[in-house]
């Protein structure tokens, strides 16, 4: 099971996902942070890190004096996690309750509308 992750871990982990290469380097993470407008502390990045790989979100290989960070949990299957505690803890796993809040709470565009209801009929 998927364990849950602070936000400042989630904001590390999405700089993560979204690179485009196999591993991650830990001037990437920072460089990524800064340009959210999140500024890190060296060590709190560290920390950050460490935790991630205890909680079982990365691995990490020292190469020389760096680490490389290869992600074990995809962005979709923690995604898919999340979606499912919520729906649990929020609507007692009732999907129907969701999907009429966004309507009627008129949280989704018009374009996001239509590509729901043409999802839904193709099931």
């Known amino acids: 099971m998927v364990q849950q992750i602070s936000d400042a871990e989630l904001e590390i982990m999405k700089i993560i996902w979204g690179n485009p290469e196999e591993v991650t380097l830990f001037p990437y993470i920072m460089d990524g942070l800064a340009a959210k407008g999140k500024p890190c502390q060296k060590n709190t990045l560290i ?3 460490s935790r991630l790989i205890n909680k079982g979100f990365l691995s990490a290989r020292k190469i ?3 680490n490389e960070y290869t992600t074990l949990v995809s962005e979709t299957e923690y995604q898919t996690t999340q979606t499912k505690n919520f729906l649990e803890k929020i609507y ?3 999907a129907k309750g969701l999907v009429s809040n966004l309507i009627m709470g008129d949280m989704l565009t018009d374009e996001e509308y239509e590509e729901l209801k043409q999802l839904l009929e193709r099931v």
Do not use: A, F, I, P
């Open 64 to 66: 020389g004096r760096r």
């Open 92 to 94: 007692e796993g009732n």
């Open 47 to 49: 920390v950050l890190l």
